[in-house]
């Protein structure tokens, strides 16, 4: 079964910086739109940012600026750069395809913690 497996996550100082990976187990992962979400308790899951195949990217507007996608496709695996974090930044950050309804890596993984304190 093709799945992702997200990394990077921590603990970091407000301002500070942290970069995630996704790493997909399959080369299908370069036909398709990728997104890094986010999900607090008892919150909905959001979208933070998304890149097409060819790397095109779109972000949340509260993420612009801060935050940059990006994705090597040689490696199966898209990334996200956070700068400047924010400790309302503080979640679980999970990736998948830009239709996660029809992803074909299937549910949501594990996704990787990010907190944000001093």
């Known amino acids: 079964q093709v799945q992702l497996v997200e990394s990077g996550g921590g603990l970091v100082q407000p301002g500070g910086s942290l970069r995630l990976s996704c790493a997909a187990s399959?080369?299908?992962?370069?036909?398709?739109?990728m997104g890094w979400y986010r999900q607090a308790p008892g919150k909905q899951r959001e979208l933070v940012a998304t890149?097409?195949?060819?790397?095109?990217?779109n972000y949340a507007d509260s993420m612009k600026g801060r935050f940059t996608i990006s994705r090597d496709n040689a490696k199966n695996t898209v990334y996200l750069q956070m700068n400047s974090l924010k400790p309302e930044d503080t979640t679980v950050y999970y990736c998948?395809?830009?239709?996660?309804?029809?992803?074909?890596?299937?549910?949501w993984g594990q996704g990787t913690q990010v907190t944000v304190s001093s």
């Open positions: 998948n395809t830009d239709k996660p309804a029809n992803s074909p890596f299937g549910s």
């Open positions: 399959s080369s299908i992962f370069r036909f398709y739109a």
């Open positions: 890149i097409t195949p060819g790397g095109s990217t």
